[in-house]
C-alpha cells in the first residue's frame, strides 16, 4: 500500500513540475515583450537626437574632402 502513495505522490510532482515550466514559458515571454517595447520607446525618444548627431558628423567629414 505504501508503494501507492509513494507513486501518487510522484506523479502529482510530475504533474507540478509541468505546469511550473508552462509558467516559467509565460514568465520569460512577457520578460521578452516587455524588453522589446522598452527598446523601440527608447529608440523612438532618441532616435531624432542620433539622426541628427550623425547628419552634423556626415557634413563635417563631407566639408573636409
Given at each position: 500500500?505504501?508503494w501507492?502513495?509513494?507513486?501518487?505522490l510522484?506523479?502529482?510532482f510530475?504533474?507540478?513540475?509541468?505546469?511550473e515550466?508552462?509558467?516559467?514559458?509565460?514568465e520569460?515571454g512577457i520578460?521578452?515583450?516587455?524588453?522589446?517595447i522598452?527598446?523601440?520607446v527608447?529608440i523612438?525618444?532618441?532616435?531624432?537626437?542620433?539622426?541628427?548627431?550623425f547628419q552634423e558628423a556626415?557634413d563635417?567629414?563631407?566639408?573636409l574632402?
Amino acid at each position: 500500500m505504501r508503494w501507492l502513495s509513494v507513486y501518487l505522490l510522484c506523479l502529482l510532482f510530475k504533474r507540478s513540475d509541468r505546469n511550473e515550466r508552462g509558467a516559467t514559458v509565460v514568465e520569460y515571454g512577457i520578460l521578452a515583450s516587455t524588453i522589446a517595447i522598452a527598446a523601440i520607446v527608447v529608440i523612438a525618444l532618441i532616435g531624432g537626437d542620433v539622426l541628427a548627431y550623425f547628419q552634423e558628423a556626415y557634413d563635417s567629414i563631407k566639408s573636409l574632402w
